[in-house]
Structure formats: structure tokens, C-alpha cells
């Protein structure tokens, strides 16, 4: 759309103009800017920044086409600056007359939980028949709908749009903007309820959105929306489980959902369980036959949903505890999902809950608090400690031990002691209780190594799909996990039900035993002065020697199973060919041991110019592992291939693999699509410093300003696993959106970046690995490969575990 119609089409008077663009892009954050001739910046007043302020440094940059509110006084002729009185009406009028351009159906979804996650789903299910256009990521906002509507483009077939508000009054301008043609309403509850004056207000402002729909879809069970429907006269569709009443009835029938539509039954299959995913699965089933969609494509998208992340992380605290960290919002149901993750994380046996007044519930404090108990009490919640006045007044309803506080201010004056166990934070935003959780966390400086729940599982199940439903995964863990953080990944590993864990030496067992850890752990290296441990914490050694066979024999009374390591080709541990006749004639003198597995380690399996050798390899450990299960009677568990193994050669996956790196998301074999990085390694700068040309920083002098710089302090060092190597411009960090190189030598807790030309100041969010540069960048640059660079981070810097 041209500068001049968008002029026109809002109203607004052009202060200066340069020429008429046509705008492809709309910008409200100045650090997102890229100073495109086609993007518009739309400069946003706000209750801290003011986009207006960021206008000399976009210009700068290279932006030409401004939409403002205030007077703005330029020297610069060749820009186009569009003034309104209000911006973000302005940007809502002009996405309403866009949307008013395009016929064809629009999907509006709102409700009080679930809304993002319906939408994603809906999308995909919709995709195998449709071009979908839909809200990115959560654009529900006054802001983020218009800039989503914005989108829409000719050859869109079907729009999804989700709406949120936070108050009385805010619908009508996102209806106007989507202007559904068919509603999807998720449920209510009372998350977000502080803007409105009752539930019942919160369900009429919100099926506001559907005035003008020619039907709504909802919950038939959902009786609060589905009454408030009817009373709104709304043409309803409603769907359920084994509810005649509904529409759309679907009943489970031999592993299938069925039902009936418009005389055609139809049969659905899927591996989701959890209630809350099947509501939301079956919002989206609903939506997809009303608009037509074929019973095979329905199923198609079924088959490639996935779960949408949710915003917790669990984070270190002090004196060995966890954090689960769930501040956001705070209603029953999202207590519930809260609560429902917790279970998930079995660190520590004791579990206390810090939990908020849940407001506008639209229930008496008695029923509301009542219900809490008996979510606490089912949950196994050892303590429960409250913030805020009513939650105090609710203390006869809980019968566990209770404690509390008017506010977070008397929590953190008062706060009770929490050791050696796991807490759930859980509040409304308003109760601003992300103070208690930087009081209670494991204290550190600003560098966190950021890891993603989802992607490991996301990586984990792109590689069990590889696998024969009978071979088993190993997944090892060794070296903190490379790096990441072995008590938790191993907790998500047994969580998805690996078969076995792998670690390099028996401190690393002992630690995961003794953090609850109960699937099977094979110790690749123990120390042989340490075979009496192995049986009493259940935990089975590589034997790799007849001499270390023999020691284990003499020295140990109780023989836990174990795996034998056969010599194939990587000359490192393992028995060679020609003692395998002495192993057989050793293990049949003692049959009281027990062989857990046979192995061996491929050396080149990721390289196609050495497929002949592990084809080799894999013919010599087939003749070993015959001749001595022939020897013992039994077949011990086979296992030969590593992460790039499991791709490259199916053929070898015999009983188990060894997943490693992979799991983390690096693929040596190039084999395996669509991995994701787990990981993302952040810091903050800590000073800014103008440098005049000549001028020198850091040690030897090695870093020299070219001209007038300015050069930014990064917490992270050669401490940190920063190495020297990056320094001296050899690499760089990505600070808002934008390249910044290193300039001197890296020091040990600190390291120099250049940030003249940037939009950079003291607290700003630096990325040094993550999407980019990523982890193979860094190990490019350093001449090594990324299972160096990851297992480099120091254990000084703090581990943040996300479940976005």
C-alpha cells in the first residue's frame, strides 16, 4: 500500500514528503528497524519509551517513512513523515479498511486460556487444504491484531486470528479490525480478570468479537459460554465427548474418535491424551469440517501437531532447590497446567507452592480457595505459601501447611527458609512476584545458558522415529550432559522413558542415582578401585580388558550386569579380536556374571569416505558378539551406533543406539532434517565507553579503534569457556538484532565488543550462540567442533531450563 493511500485512508496529515512507497513492513520497535525503503515506522508513546525519541538514530539507519503523533523536527527532506493524533488508531483504522478488502473466511478465536495454542493448531490442520494466514506467535493485543491482519495478502484462503483483552471496552476494535466470519470460543476462566467488573462481564466483552459471525463454535460442556452464546443469539456449533446434546458428538471408539457430520461419519486417530490437549484438538477437528476439509487432510494435520510451549522456566535456587517459575497469570486452570508440569520434574521429593490471590475468580473466597486445596492436595504439595490479603483469609480452607503474606515486600523481609527442595511461583503480574523468584535463585552474574525443554524433546523424538519399535535408546549424558546440565536433561530423558543413560565415570552415576534417577546407567570409564559401588546403586560398567575383567572378578562380591567393549577399529578401550577365545573361556569359569550388553564404537560413521571401514568394523563385532553369546547361552543387549550412526546406518541399530550429540542438535551425518538448537548462550553489557580513533583496548593493546568507536563490556570471559580465540574480531554477538564483533583479546570474565552505529545501552540482552551465530559458527571460528565449544561453558554460568 502506498504512503499516499495510507494517508488518505487514515486521515493524516503528511508533514513531509519524499516519495510515494509503497510499504511492505510495518515497524513499531526501533531495534527491529532495518531501514528497508519499503518499511513504515510506527512511533508508539508508551509508559517508558517513546518510539518518537528513537527517530534521529532510525534515520541513521536509513529509515525514510515515519507515522507520528508529535511534532518531529527534521533536517532530513528525503523522508516521509505521516502525522495522526493517536498512532495506534491510526494503525487499526488502516488494518480495518485492509481487512475490508479480502472475502473469504476469517476465523476469530477467543477465551481466557488456550487461545495461541488453538490457533496453532487450527492453522496446521487448515494448512493441508488451505493457505492460512494467522497471528504470529501471541499477536492478540490492540497492537499485535492489526499488525497480524496487516498480513493479509491475495492469495490467503482462510485467516486465523486470536484476540485478547485485559479489560472492559477492548473488543470492539479487534472485531472491527478481524471481522470473523466464524467465532471459536476456547472457554473462560479467570486468568487476566482484573479489568473486568464480573465474569459475566468478561464473557459478554469477549463475545463481542463475534457480533457478526454467521456461527460460533464452543465447548457444548463449557456451559457458562455456551449459555452467554445463546443469550447474544449467536448461531452455535458445539462439539463434545459422548454428549448427544452436541453437534458434533465425538465418541472414542477402538483407539479412534468418531463422529457425525451432515450424514458422513468420520474417524480420527491420535496419540494426544491429556484433556486439555483433546479440547483443544477437538476445537480444531470442529472448525476444519464446518469449512469443509477433508477427512484425510483433517487427519494429516492431526498426525503433525505439536505442542505449543509454554512460558515457564525452571531455574537453580539457593541451598539446592529448584525454581519453577509460573509469574505470569494465576487462575485454577493455569494452577492446574502449573502444577500438572511440576509433577514433571521430580528433582526434590518436597514440593511448596508460592501462589498469589488468584482475582476475579467470580467465586466466594470459601469455594474458590476450597477448590486450590484440593488442586494442592491431589498434586502432593508438601507447603503452600500465599501472597496477598485474601488468600490470607482463606487459611481454614487448606489442610497443608500453610503460611501467609500481605505482600512480596513482607515475603522478602520474613522470608521462611527453603532447602533441598522444588518451588512453584505462581502469581498474577500485578503481585509482581518475580522479586521472590530473583530472591530465592542460585545467585550468579549476568550469563545464562538458556535451554529448551521442547527442542531437546523435539530432537530426542526426531531420532526414536529412526528406530524400529523394538531397539532400544541409550542417551548419554556424560560431561554435565555435554554441557547443558545433567540433572535436568536426565530428569526429561526418564520423564520420555529412554531405556538407559550413558556417563563417562561413576561420580557422574552416583550424582543422577542420588537425584532420583532409576533407568538403567552404563558407566563408559569406572575406576576399578570403585567396583564395590556399582551394585549398590544399581549401575552397569563398560569392561573393556581382561585384565580390568579379572580385577572386577577378584575384588567384587556383588556383580551388578555388564556391557563388553569389542576393539573393531577406534583403538581406544575395548578387547581385541584375538582375546575374545580368552573373555569366552574367563566368563564361562564365572557364569554368576551377568552380560548386560555387547558394544562397540564405530570410529567414522558420519563420513562416507570411510563407509567401507565401518562396514568392517560392524562385521568384525558381528563375529565377536556371535562367538561369545554362543559361549554364554544368551544374547546380551547389541549395541554399535552413535547420533550419526542412527541415520546413517538403520542396518546396524541392532537391540539399542547411543543417542549424544544429536540430542542437542548437531548432526555430524547431515542426515537428519530439522533439528533444533537446545541452547542459546546470553550476557548483558555491562559498560559502554566512547573511544577516540588510536586510542587501544584491553590487554596487549591488541585491540585499536580504527575511528571513533564505541565499544561495549560483555560479562563473559575465557572463564565462562569464552575463549581467547574469539577475540580480536574473530567472532561476533548478536545485540539487538544486529552483528557485534569482538575487539581485543577476550579476558577472563570479560570481553569487548564494538558497538559504534548500534542502538546499545548498559543492561542490553547479548547472544552469543544460539540461532546466530550458532554453535558451529563458534566452532568454525575456533578450529574445533561444537561438542568442544558446548561442553566449554563453565559451570559458573547459570542454567535456565524453558518451557515457553
Known amino acids: 500500500m502506498h504512503i499516499s493511500r495510507i494517508a488518505s485512508i487514515i486521515n493524516a496529515s503528511v508533514i513531509h514528503h519524499y516519495q510515494d512507497v509503497d510499504i511492505q513492513t510495518y515497524v513499531y520497535d526501533s531495534r527491529k528497524a532495518t531501514g528497508a525503503s519499503n518499511e513504515l515506522f510506527i512511533a508508539l508513546p508508551g509508559a517508558h519509551h517513546d518510539g518518537h525519541d528513537y527517530i534521529p538514530a532510525l534515520l541513521e539507519k536509513g529509515t525514510k517513512n515515519f507515522l507520528v503523533s508529535r511534532d518531529v523536527t527534521l533536517r532530513n527532506a528525503d523522508i516521509n513523515l505521516v502525522h495522526v493524533p493517536n498512532v495506534l488508531s491510526a494503525l487499526q483504522k488502516l488494518a480495518t479498511y485492509h481487512r475490508e478488502q479480502f472475502q473469504l473466511p476469517v476465523v476469530g478465536i477467543t477465551g481466557s486460556n488456550g487461545k495461541t495454542i488453538v490457533k496453532e493448531w487450527v492453522s496446521t490442520l487448515l494448512s493441508h487444504q488451505f493457505q492460512v494466514i494467522k497471528s504470529p506467535k501471541s499477536y492478540n493485543s490492540q497492537l499485535g491484531v492489526p499488525l497480524s491482519v496487516l498480513g493479509l495478502q491475495d492469495f490467503h484462503e482462510v485467516g ?39 465474569l459475566e462481564a468478561k464473557l459478554h466483552e469477549k463475545a463481542a468479537l463475534f457480533k457478526k459471525c454467521d456461527m460460533v463454535i464452543c465447548r457444548y460442556n463449557h456451559e457458562l459460554v455456551r449459555k452467554a452464546l445463546v443469550r447474544g443469539s449467536f448461531k452455535l456449533v458445539t462439539w463434545d465427548i459422548d454428549q ?13 474418535f468418531v463422529l457425525k457430520y451432515h450424514d458422513t461419519t468420520y474417524s480420527f486417530k491420535t496419540a494426544w491424551t491429556n484433556p486439555l490437549d483433546l479440547e483443544n484438538l477437538f476445537h480444531g477437528i470442529s472448525l476444519a469440517l464446518i469449512l469443509g476439509e477433508s477427512e484425510a487432510n483433517i487427519q494429516q494435520g492431526i498426525d503433525e501437531l505439536k505442542p505449543v510451549p509454554m512460558r515457564l522456566e525452571l531455574k537453580r535456587g539457593q541451598n539446592n532447590t529448584y525454581i519453577l517459575d509460573d509469574s505470569y497469570n494465576n487462575d485454577i486452570l493455569g494452577l492446574q497446567v502449573a502444577l500438572d508440569y511440576l509433577k514433571q520434574q521430580p528433582h526434590k521429593q518436597e514440593k511448596t507452592v508460592i501462589l498469589s490471590d488468584i482475582l476475579q475468580s467470580g467465586k466466594s473466597t470459601d469455594e474458590l480457595y476450597s477448590e486450590v486445596n484440593t488442586l494442592l492436595t491431589n498434586h502432593r504439595i508438601d507447603r503452600l505459601i500465599g501472597i496477598g490479603n485474601e488468600i490470607q483469609t482463606a487459611k481454614k480452607q487448606f489442610n497443608i501447611p500453610f503460611e501467609a503474606f500481605e505482600n512480596v515486600s513482607s515475603f522478602l523481609k520474613e522470608a521462611p527458609k527453603f532447602v533441598d527442595e522444588t518451588i512453584l511461583v505462581k502469581g498474577a503480574r500485578s503481585f509482581g512476584l518475580e522479586k521472590i523468584v530473583a530472591y530465592l535463585e542460585e545467585k550468579s552474574h549476568g550469563t545464562v545458558l538458556e535451554v529448551n525443554f521442547e527442542a531437546l524433546t523435539h530432537n530426542l523424538n526426531s531420532y526414536r522415529k529412526k528406530l524400529k519399535p523394538n531397539t532400544k535408546l541409550m542417551v548419554m549424558v556424560k560431561a554435565f ?21 550413558g556417563v563417562a ?12 534417577i532409576k533407568i538403567p546407567i552404563m558407566i563408559m570409564n569406572v575406576g576399578w578401585d570403585s567396583f564395590s559401588l556399582l551394585s549398590a546403586f544399581d549401575l552397569e560398567p563398560e569392561i573393556y580388558s581382561l585384565a580390568m575383567l ?49 558394544f562397540t564404537h564405530f570410529s567414522s560413521s558420519d563420513s562416507k569416505e570411510e563407509d567401507a571401514f565401518t562396514k568392517n568394523q560392524a562385521a568384525l563385532f558381528d563375529q565377536a558378539y556371535d562367538k561369545i553369546s554362543s559361549a554364554i547361552g544368551y544374547r546380551p543387549l547389541k549395541h554399535a551406533v552413535n547420533s550419526a550412526g542412527i541415520a546413517r546406518w538403520p542396518q546396524f541399530h541392532y537391540d539399542m543406539v547411543r543417542l549424544g550429540i544429536g540430542l542437542y542438535g548437531f548432526d555430524s551425518s547431515q542426515e537428519v532434517s530439522g533439528l533444533r538448537p537446545i541452547s542459546q548462550l546470553k550476557t548483558k553489557i555491562s559498560q559502554i565507553k566512547a573511544v577516540k580513533a588510536g586510542e587501544s583496548i584491553g590487554y596487549s593493546r591488541k585491540g585499536l579503534a580504527e575511528k571513533d568507536s564505541l565499544i561495549a563490556t560483555i560479562a563473559l570471559g575465557y572463564a565462562d569457556g569464552y575463549t581467547r580465540l574469539f577475540g580480536n574480531g574473530n567472532a561476533y554477538v548478536m545485540m539487538n538484532g544486529k552483528k557485534a564483533r569482538t575487539i581485543g583479546n577476550v579476558c577472563m570474565d570479560m570481553t569487548m565488543i564494538d558497538v559504534t552505529g548500534m542502538d546499545a545501552k548498559v543492561g542490553d540482552e547479548v547472544i552469543v550462540f544460539g540461532v546466530n551465530p550458532s554453535i ?7 578450529q574445533t567442533i561444537p561438542y568442544e565449544i558446548l561442553t566449554n561453558v563453565s559451570q559458573r554460568v547459570k542454567r535456565v531450563f524453558v518451557s515457553e
Open 160 to 198: 486465523v486470528f486470536e484476540a485478547g483483552i485485559s479489560k472492559e471496552s477492548e473488543m470492539g476494535s479487534l472485531k472491527e479490525i478481524i471481522q470473523p466470519t466464524i467465532g471459536l470460543f476456547t472457554n473462560i476462566g479467570e486468568a487476566h480478570s482484573e479489568g473486568f467488573s464480573s
Open 244 to 256: 448427544q446434546e452436541a453437534v458434533l458428538n465425538f465418541q472414542s471408539v477402538e483407539g479412534k
Open 481 to 501: 550432559a555435554y554441557g547443558v546440565g545433567v540433572d535436568e536433561i536426565a530428569h526429561l530423558l526418564q520423564y520420555h522413558q529412554v531405556d538407559y543413560l
Open 505 to 516: 565415570y561413576l561420580d557422574e552415576a552416583i550424582n543422577l542415582r542420588r537425584k532420583g
Open 550 to 598: 579379572e580385577h572386577l572378578i577378584a575384588t567384587t562380591e556383588s556383580i551388578p550386569p555388564i556391557h563388553l567393549k569389542i576393539e573393531t577399529g577406534m583403538n581406544r578401550l575395548g578387547f581385541d579380536q584375538s582375546e575374545i577365545g580368552t573373555l569366552i573361556t574367563l566368563l564361562s569359569q564365572n557364569p554368576h556374571i551377568k552380560i548386560g550388553g555387547i
Open 776 to 782: 558451529v559458527d563458534l566452532a568454525y571460528w575456533s
